[in-house]
């Protein structure tokens, strides 16, 4: 089986997180796929940053959606980096991508720009929102989807299976053998996140998980070689 390495924000235990230069960096390390964050700006652009507010990850302060590109644009996102828009990301680098749905206003935007260059290939649609994910799937054809969950039971196999669903992106330090048989009897995928370390990397190799999502680029190297 294929085990998956996901870039978490790129890869944000080494660079800026959701910047080009940390997304350009999970690309050379390899990594299957790389994993952002969307939200719309106040004018709405589909904008890469994973918090509502700009207060951690840049030197401004105050929520996204009430600041323009511009505004956005013109703060520092670590290292020198700025926001990125999610259509730089797509030229940057030509790894699949997996991109999370933050705000759910933002699902309309991403479908537009899905549906425009053709990325139903590329792009898995991920979110914590069941909402978003059921509103983007009748917008693109063909869309792959992943719901998110940190607190969750077996009900997120329901909910997963509810929504159409291919895949379920489960926090590590909840995941237990029952939810793992009900997935597989849903034919669901699973991604377990945040696997850092060789112990967590063990414990997903041990429930047979599909992938996994790191903020550390070197898992690529060592996840085929653990079981």
Not at 20 to 35: H, K, P, T, Y
Not at 75 to 89: I, K, N, S, W, Y
Not at 94 to 100: G, L, N, R, S, W
Not at 103 to 132: I, K, P
Request: aromatic fraction near 4%; charge should be negative; proline fraction near 3%.
């Amino acid at each position: 089986m294929n085990f998956l390495t996901i870039g978490h924000r790129g890869v944000m235990g080494v660079e800026p997180e959701n910047t080009l230069r940390s997304f350009v960096a999970a690309q050379e390390a390899g990594l299957d796929a790389i994993e952002l964050d969307l939200h719309l700006s106040k004018d709405g652009a589909l904008v890469v940053m994973h918090d509502t507010d700009v207060d951690r990850t840049t030197d401004g302060s105050g929520p996204i959606a009430e600041k323009t590109l511009a505004e956005l644009r013109a703060l520092d996102a670590g290292r020198g980096e700025r926001v990125p828009v999610f259509e730089e990301v797509l030229e940057a680098v030509q790894a699949p991508i997996q991109a999370e749905i933050k705000d759910a206003q933002a699902a309309r935007a991403l479908a537009e720009v899905m549906n425009r260059r053709g990325l139903a290939g590329r792009v898995e649609v991920s979110s914590f929102h069941d909402e978003a994910i059921a509103e983007i799937k009748p917008l693109v054809p063909g869309v792959r989807t992943a719901l998110i969950a940190s607190r969750y039971g077996t009900d997120i196999v329901d909910r997963a299976v509810a929504v159409g669903a291919e895949t379920v992106c489960l926090n590590i330090r909840r995941l237990t053998l029952e939810i793992v048989e009900r997935a597989r009897k849903a034919d669901l995928k699973i991604i377990g996140w945040v696997v850092n370390t060789q112990d967590q990397l063990r414990l997903v190799r041990a429930f047979g998980l599909d992938g996994a999502t790191t903020d550390h680029p070197d898992i690529k190297r060592t996840g085929r070689f653990t079981a």
